[in-house]
């Protein structure tokens, strides 16, 4: 467990400071609760990231669905969405899953659906909005632009 909370004379720092890992005068108790505290956190941010990749891949998946079109170009008209309403992209696709299943969800409580539906979804407002969205980005000239030879 060199390197970690835990200290234990190996580590980076252990000659700098007294071979504990700058622990000295704590007991081995204190640094458990303290990993244990700091895994415990370390969890829940896990946790939460994964549902929140889930979030967005289930809406990809709505999108896709709805638009006709593989998961990347879905990926990239939700993102072009967010970023021209400036929202968050996390927040929008609660927002597509909501529209999708029709029940009304908070960004930080929203969880995926088993009843969404990318038909439910196509006939939405937001879907309306994110496929005009798509429609008037501007294109870039540099995908036309050829290599001289």
């Known amino acids: ?13 252990a000659g ?9 005068g704590t007991s081995v108790s204190d640094r458990l ?7 415990r956190t370390e969890n829940a ?6 549902v929140s990749r889930i979030v967005v891949e289930q809406a990809k998946g709505l999108v896709a ?5 593989d998961m990347g170009t879905a990926f990239e008209h939700l993102r072009a969405y967010s970023r021209s309403h400036h929202q968050d992209l996390h927040r929008l ?3 597509v899953i909501a529209a999708a299943t029709g029940a009304p969800t908070d960004a930080g409580t929203v969880r995926p659906s088993r009843t969404a539906s990318p038909a439910r979804f196509s006939k939405s ?6 496929m005009a ?3 008037a980005r501007p294109r870039s000239s540099l995908r036309h632009w050829k290599v001289p030879r």
């Open 133 to 135: 969205c798509w429609r």
């Open 45 to 50: 941010q896990l946790q939460e990231a994964l």
């Open 33 to 39: 609760e303290a990993e244990i505290a700091r895994l």
């Open 16 to 24: 700098a400071r007294g071979g504990m890992g700058g622990q000295e």
């Open 1 to 13: 467990m060199t390197g970690h909370a835990l200290g234990g004379g190996g580590g980076r720092n």
């Open 125 to 130: 407002p937001l879907y309306a909005d994110i």
């Open 93 to 95: 696709c609660a927002d």
């Open 65 to 69: 669905g709805a638009a006709g079109v």
